[in-house]
C-alpha cells in the first residue's frame, strides 16, 4: 500500500449488515468498486463491503464500496 493511498478494509458481515440497517439501504445502493482496483486487500471477492478510510484535516472521514 502507497503512503497517501487511503486505508482499504474488508468489512465482516455482522458489520455490513449493521450498516446497511443504519443508513437503511440495500446492498446494490452502495457505490461500486471494481475487482480489479490496485487498492482493493487480497481475498476480496465481488459482493464484498470495502471500508475506505481518508484522513481530512486530523479527522478520518469513512466511506463504502462494494465489490464487483
Known amino acids: 500500500m502507497h503512503a497517501l493511498q487511503p486505508k482499504h478494509t474488508k468489512m465482516k ?3 455490513v449488515e449493521s450498516l ?3 443508513f ?9 468498486i471494481k475487482f480489479t482496483d490496485p ?4 481475498g476480496c471477492n465481488e459482493g464484498d463491503v470495502i471500508k475506505i478510510e481518508r484522513r481530512n484535516d486530523k479527522e478520518v472521514v469513512e466511506f ?4 464487483i
Open 13 to 15: 458481515s455482522q458489520e
Open 39 to 42: 487498492a482493493l486487500p487480497e
Open 20 to 22: 446497511l440497517n443504519k
Open 64 to 67: 463504502y464500496r462494494v465489490v
Open 24 to 32: 437503511n439501504i440495500s446492498l446494490l445502493q452502495l457505490p461500486k
